[in-house]
């Protein structure tokens, strides 16, 4: 079972609403990279965090998306205003290290932007 | 950036059967590659890395090989299982200090008892 928490599972939101999902990384891990999944099964990166420091992140991120890794409190992304194309699964990893580590994943949030 | 390829989109074997699954990648800087797997209704999970600086790494029945001249790399689980029917889905990674993982299209491999 994963030791990444997210949350929620499911998330369906109207175009152009917020959406919000967390993620618990496992304890003890100071990286944690958020992925989008399509149905096609593609993933796009979208922003990774070393504790509370964003390392890398995309353009789109830098737009409609916001993230963040606040100390002591659950990671969280946020869809300012969801796109149809926004739908897709959203997944959450942490890792012990910056580089060449392996991924620990969470479930998966699931948004659906009707 | 890197461009990672996974080619086989779908993989049947038969029970006691070996697997293959082949990757190709762009960027001769990428130096780790990393494998996991998908089963349905579970997160991904890591099964096996090799890191560049090797040809070959095993763990239990899977064997990684990579060929740097080719920039391929490939999975194969041997003695394959029912239980080894999932996604599998493999990476490469550049060790720039600032990791980032590109992701090939995953295989959903099958395994017929």
């Known amino acids: 079972n994963s030791k990444v928490i997210q949350t929620p599972r499911y998330l369906v939101k109207g175009q152009g609403q917020k959406a919000k999902m967390r993620c618990i990384p496992e304890?003890?891990?100071?990286?944690v990279f958020w992925y989008q999944q399509n149905k096609n099964n593609e993933f796009k990166f979208l922003i990774n965090?070393?504790?509370?420091?964003?390392?890398?992140q995309i353009d789109m991120t830098e737009k409609r998306f916001s993230a963040e890794c606040p100390s002591n409190s659950p990671c969280s992304l946020e869809i300012q205003s969801s796109e149809a194309g926004d739908s897709a699964l959203y997944l959450c990893?942490?890792?012990?290290?910056?580089?060449?580590?392996?991924?620990?994943f969470g479930h998966g949030t699931k948004l659906s932007v009707l | 950036g890197e461009k990672v390829e996974q080619h086989e989109s779908t993989l049947s074997v038969r029970e006691g059967d070996s697997a293959v699954i082949n990757c190709t990648y762009t960027d001769t800087a990428s130096s780790y590659f990393p494998w996991y797997k998908q089963e349905a209704g579970k997160s991904l999970h890591f099964v096996i890395d090799i890191r560049s600086n090797v040809d070959r790494k095993q763990s239990q029945r899977l064997i990684v090989l990579l060929d740097k001249k080719a920039k391929r790399f490939s999975l194969h689980i041997t003695a394959t299982q029912p239980e080894d029917s999932a996604i599998y889905f493999c990476a490469a990674s550049l060790n720039t200090g600032y990791q980032n993982f590109y992701f090939g299209k995953g295989t959903s491999l099958t395994v017929i008892p």
């Open positions: 304890k003890g891990h100071p990286v």
């Open positions: 965090f070393q504790n509370q420091e964003v390392l890398q």
């Open positions: 990893a942490s890792s012990l290290n910056r580089a060449d580590e392996r991924l620990f």
